[in-house]
């Protein structure tokens, strides 16, 4: 894989595209925009990224700052009510599931790592509805270490293009760390999420527009734009 030439290319895209004035959104995943608005914090970086599962992202950043202006650390969100956690949760999808794991999340941290969230894989994923692509995002946004945050998106566009060919977003996870070269692991989220969003959309897809279609097989596509 021409890993180097991709990355520029996507990388270019999206600095000329923030540049433009064409209201199109070029922000950031949410995720990694309330990183960067809280400057790193592990555990505003926790409940955002629980927060945006299957959730848009900017219900996420909306939800998000509401419950951290709460709850800024574990500590605090432990002292509110479940329904309370809810009410500011809303209208993220499942959102009183969330708030659930967030109460006990919470407590978890409280009893076990001194209210601080462990830059561990295997304790991140030890949390209420904490899965590899949650504990991926707290490790790379929130500490800085190696990781592959593999969404949707990433999943898509990897095996559309015939980078990786894997069932389970897991599968892709596995495959990206093989073959992905370690210094684009932090950097391949947030722009094949845009790039998703934008361009590699799941249905009929922006192939005209694609600045990496030579490195793209197009599998599974039937219809395009």
Partial sequence: MEWDE??????????KLKEEETGKKAEDPSVSA???ERCRDPWAVLVSTILSLRTKDEVTLTASRALLGRAPAPAALWELQEEEIARLAYPAGFYRTKAANLKNIARILLDRYGGKVPADMDA????????RKTANLVLTEAFDLDGICVDVHVHRICNRAGWVSALKPEQTEESLRRDLPKKYWKRINALLVLYGQQICRPLSPFCSRCLIHHRCERRGVTRSR
């Fill in 124 to 131: 991140l994923l030890a949390l209420p509805g904490v899965g």
């Fill in 34 to 36: 309330l990183a960067a």
């Fill in 6 to 15: 991709i990355f520029a290319l996507l990388e270019s895209w999206r600095e």
